[in-house]
């Protein structure tokens, strides 16, 4: 290397001892040592001039060319013109020396030559220029001198089309700026640049077999069109620069550049520079610790570099194996390539980091390898196979197009796959490959993207697949964490292929789908369109699966009602399975023995299929909430625990159905149709609350189920809205009923309900309806509900016994309350009003077994005003209740009555109790003995004289109550006193007793 020569250039030559301006002879041919003075040269164009011509600052230099005729006012456009002169140099004597001068200066046409008396050891300058500005040096030629030009310190000067021969060595610009050194024919020697900046080295010619050009600590120089021809060692040296650019040049040596990371910045390569068949050596230091081996195939070796960029660099010759390797290098751009049909294998970058590859054309042979790199980018490239990618973090793979081969990743982390298009190219992931996104890529005919076992956290998103084009991971998968497979569009047979090594090959029955997942965690499907003539996507055995903005869709013209859909999704034995709006389009879901799925903000389109939209069976812990159904039927679950469904809105024929299950929640749901919409069978602990149906012919069907709770629903339209069988302990409490007739609630052979809080009504008033109806259902109770303007009975009692019915308003109903072939009932608290009918009706049944009556009723406190056409004076041909039963009482034993509008005196006592008993209409001639004069409210528990252990519901026992009650009347002072039946007509009360009253104690009758 020539680094001992290039420092020694550093040592510029000493100055020249000066003459005084007396010494200055009037005759211009001086031979011998010295300088020559500004003054008394005469016409220089005719002159040899063998002393040294010195110039300080622009006055000497205007005073010059004025003694010495020399043309031009030294400005931009009329220059300084020095022409045709003949320099002779010797051992202290150069041509001329410029000291500070700005002026415009035209060195043309002159020629600078040793003396043959001069030592040729000795280093002699032709033009020294320090500290100075604009001058040229044009087409003049240079021979056996060491130094033709020096600049140092000065900036916007030139040499160019100039000839430099014989013992020429170098042209050198020093602490300077903007030296151009151009189209110079250099037959010995070359150009030394040193801490100068913003040069340029354009179209020179170097037939020299010694070293070329150095450039050596300087910035934003550019070398553009340079041949060397000769040099058997380096055509080019740069060290420790920053931001050079190599264009067009044609060396037929080497190049060696190399420098430290911060001092070597930026080396642009553009154009055509050539290396003949030999190797370009680009060095930062000696200290590469990788596995690189240079070899004599090898054209360009860039080892231990950094912030290179590289266009076009290189035109290489001959079928060579290897075009160029980067070992140990950083921020690096190779920009539009171009590579022969003979090149096997054309990039190889080893230990590297920051690497771009953009606007390569790739042959069919040759291809690129990158081992151990970081932060590798290759994107707008022509490719027919692939990069080999191993043991490399954050590859971009970006906007590529790909025509056969592979593409090879291997024990690679952070990589993106990204905008490519693949015709029949495989992406193969192998070894342990972690955090990869594969995201808008155009998969054609044939093309495949496959993993091995080690792959984790992968991301699959907006690619579009055809029907030859598959992604399959196969082996045990226990260390695949993420799998995200977002936006794809996806047509024909099956293109994804998950299966888990411990899944143990067990057959899937049926048909498994576009993506088939087997034993497998950790995935995310997103933003999916899948479409097929048959089944879409199976789960099997796969645990934490997330599936968002995905499409599902059948062609709706290949299954009629015989066939039935297709399953879009099916998910077996899986578990953590969330769905977020998703679309099923004319398929549907089946979600079998699994756990803690969740179906969020889905669409459900499959109008045509006679099972649900969603079939859940054998899972727990399932919610469906937020989503649209329209279908024929929205959802089944069969023999499933604690699913829960919210928010939905489901329209069609049938809504939900539930069966064999315990423990499902069905709330705020909107539900519309013209079937059933909730069907529930041999179910327990089911909660039916704050749904909304519309116009259902029965919006609630139960059957042999138990602990169910039916609460704060609206029922709007329809005629059944809740009919209910074989039900056990239920509850239906805090609903609005809004039917168009026929019947509200229906419940039949059931026991141990609870009805509270309700408030049903007929949107119809020309048709008639039933509120709620009984038919073989005991130990039941009707509280706290709302009866208004019902066209036919209000609460209907058949068959059915020991059901309190309680606090309770009924108001323009036919029928208030109607008993048949019902036993035991109570009823208390209720008011009656405006009944066109009768308020309580209690009749004669006609059954298989003949007439059959209601006995054993209690019928008190309850509040009758004006019902069945009655006034305020009793009329016998208006009664407002009818009891044609057997031992029914219209009082409570301990004295307490009803109100009757028409039955409001005497009261010749004043305790509040008409002094003659009611009449009650019927053949039983039924009396209320108690019949109160104002409507008093009684604190009384109905159910305290009955033993209800068995009801379910909490019921105080008789002998706790007589405890109480009589520890009460002890406090307060009171004796409790029934009124026999012969003092019906009693006096006035005490004041004591009259305050009783008044605080709703119970009344009794004051004895004569």
């Known amino acids: 290397m020539r680094c001992s020569l290039v420092l020694t250039t550093l040592m510029l030559l000493a100055a020249s001892p000066l003459i005084s301006t007396e010494d200055i002879r009037d005759e211009i041919s001086i031979i011998g040592g010295g300088i020559l003075s500004v003054s008394g040269l005469g016409a220089l164009s005719e002159t040899t001039i063998t002393e040294s011509i010195v110039i300080d600052g622009d006055a000497e230099y205007r005073a010059f060319i004025v003694e010495n005729g020399l043309p031009g006012e030294g400005t931009e456009t009329d220059p300084i013109v020095w022409e045709d002169l003949n320099f002779k140099i010797g051992d202290e004597i150069s041509g001329i020396e410029f000291n500070g001068t700005s002026l415009h200066t035209l060195i043309i046409n002159c020629t ?29 030629t240079f021979t056996n001198i060491h130094y033709p030009a020096y600049f140092e310190s000065s900036s916007d000067c030139e040499i160019s089309n100039c000839k430099l021969d014989g ?207 970081e932060d590798i980018e290759i994107r707008d490239s022509e490719f027919f196979g692939g990069p080999m990618i191993e043991r490399t973090a954050g590859c971009r793979i970006i906007n590529n197009t ?68 598959i992604f399959s991971i196969s082996g045990p998968i226990s260390n695949l964490r993420t799998f995200q497979v977002d936006n794809n ?96 389009n004319v398929s549907k879901m089946r979600i079998d023995g699994s756990d803690y799925v969740q179906i969020d903000g889905g669409r459900f389109e499959s109008a045509d299929i006679y099972s649900g939209a969603i079939k859940i069976g054998g899972s727990r812990d399932c919610t469906v909430s937020n989503s649209i159904f329209d279908s024929w039927e929205a959802m089944e679950i069969d023999s499933s625990q604690d699913i829960l469904i919210s928010g939905n809105h489901i329209s069609g024929r049938d809504g939900i159905s539930i069966r064999e299950s ?17 069907l529930i069978e041999d179910c327990s602990g089911s909660l039916i609350e704050g749904n909304q149906f519309d116009d259902m012919v029965r919006s609630i069907y ?62 119809d008033i020309l048709t008639e309806m039933e509120g709620i109806t009984l038919i073989r259902s005991n130990w039941c109770i009707i509280s706290n509900c709302s009866f208004p303007e019902l066209t036919s009975m209000a609460v209907k009692l058949d068959r059915s016994n020991d059901t309190v019915i309680r606090n309770n308003t009924f108001f323009r109903n036919t029928i208030g309350i109607s008993l048949s072939y019902s036993n035991n009932n109570s009823i208390s608290g209720n008011t009656f009003q405006l009944c066109s009918e009768y308020a309580v009706l209690i009749n004669i049944a006609l059954t298989h077994l003949g007439p059959r009556m209601s006995a054993n009723n209690t019928i008190w406190n309850n509040t009758f005003l004006r019902n069945s056409g ?28 009803n109100t009757w509008s028409d039955w409001r005196s005497p009261n010749y006592d004043g305790n509040s109790i008409v002094d003659e008993p009611y009449l009650i209409g019927g053949d039983a001639g039924a009396l209320d003995i108690y019949p109160y004069t104002d409507v008093v409210d009684v604190k009384f528990d109905p159910m305290a004289n009955r033993d209800r252990s068995n009801l379910g519901f909490y019921f105080v026992p008789v002998h706790i109550l007589i405890i109480f009650l009589a520890v009460y009347f002890l406090v307060i002072g009171a004796r409790p006193y029934k009124m026999p039946k012969d003092e019906i007509k009693g006096k006035t009360k005490s004041k004591d007793e009259k305050k009783m009253k008044k605080a709703g104690s119970k009344k009794t009758n004051s004895k004569k």
């Open 112 to 140: 600078f030559t040793m003396a043959t008396s001069a030592n040729r050891n000795t280093y002699l300058s032709g033009v020294i220029i320090e500290g100075s500005m604009h001058i040229a040096i044009r087409s003049s």
């Open 167 to 373: 013992g020429v060595r170098y042209v050198q610009s020093q602490n300077s700026q903007r030296i151009s050194v151009q189209d110079n024919h250099f037959i010995y020697g070359g150009i030394v640049m040193v801490r100068s900046n913003w040069c340029t080295i354009s179209n020179n010619v170097l037939s020299s077999p010694s070293d070329d050009i150095y450039i050596f600590m300087c910035d934003n120089c550019t070398l553009d069109g340079n041949e060397g021809e000769w040099s058997d060692r380096y055509n080019l040296v740069i060290m420790w620069s920053m931001d050079i650019t190599l264009k067009d040049n044609r060396n037929n040596g080497l190049i060696m550049i190399y420098g430290e990371i911060e001092h070597f910045e930026t080396l642009r390569l553009i154009g055509r520079n050539t290396a003949l068949g030999k190797d370009v050596l680009f060095f930062e230091d000696r200290d590469f610790n990788g596995t690189w081996n240079a070899t004599e195939e090898q054209v360009v070796i860039f080892l231990n570099c950094s912030n290179l960029k590289i266009n076009k660099s290189l035109e290489v010759d001959g079928d060579i194996g290897l075009v160029m390797t980067l070992a140990g290098c950083s921020n690096v751009t190779l920009d539009d390539w171009e590579l022969g049909v003979e090149l096997y294998e054309h990039l190889n970058i080893q230990g590297s980091r920051n690497v771009k590859i953009r606007g390569m054309d790739q042959t069919m042979h040759s291809s690129i390898d990158i081992d151990q790199c």
């Open 402 to 469: 790909f025509s056969g081969g592979y593409v090879n990743i291997k024990d690679s982390y952070d990589l993106e796959f990204r905008d490519n298009q693949q015709l029949m190219t495989d992406l193969d992931l192998s070894g342990d490959v972690e955090n990869i996104s594969i995201v808008s890529n155009d998969l054609q005919h044939g093309s495949r993207i496959t993993t091995e076992p080690g792959c984790r956290d992968i991301q699959l998103r907006s690619n579009v697949l055809d029907n030859t084009s």
């Open 489 to 584: 569009t996806v047509s024909g047979n099956p293109f994804v292929f998950l299966i888990d090594g411990s899944y143990g090959g067990r057959e899937w029955e049926g048909d498994a789908g576009q993506i088939f997942a087997a034993g497998v965690s950790d995935l995310v499907f997103r933003d999916q369109v899948i479409s097929s003539q048959s089944d879409l996507m199976t789960l099997l055995e796969c645990d934490n699966i997330q599936i968002i903005d995905t499409e599902f869709t059948s062609d709706p013209d290949l299954y009629g009602y015989d066939v039935g859909q297709p399953y879009g999704l099916r998910v077996k034995n899986c578990s953590n399975i969330v769905m977020t709006n998703i679309l099923m």
């Open 662 to 678: 315990a423990g499902s929640i069905l709330s705020n749901n909107s539900l519309d149709g013209f079937g059933t919409g909730v």
């Open 702 to 763: 139960i059957s042999t189920s138990r602990d169910d709770i039916i609460r704060s629903n609206h029922f709007i339209g329809g005629r059944n809205k809740v009919e209910i069988r074989r039900w056990a302990k239920g509850t239906f409490s805090n609903n609005l009923v809004n039917s168009d007739g026929f019947r509200g609630i229906l419940i039949i052979d059931s026991h141990q309900i609870m009805i509270d809080d309700n408030e049903i009504i007929n949107d």
């Open 870 to 897: 009655s006034g305020e004076i009793y009329n016998s041909k208006y009664p407002q209740a009818l009891d044609s039963g057997s031992n029914n009482t219209w009082y409570h034993l301990d004295g307490y009555g």
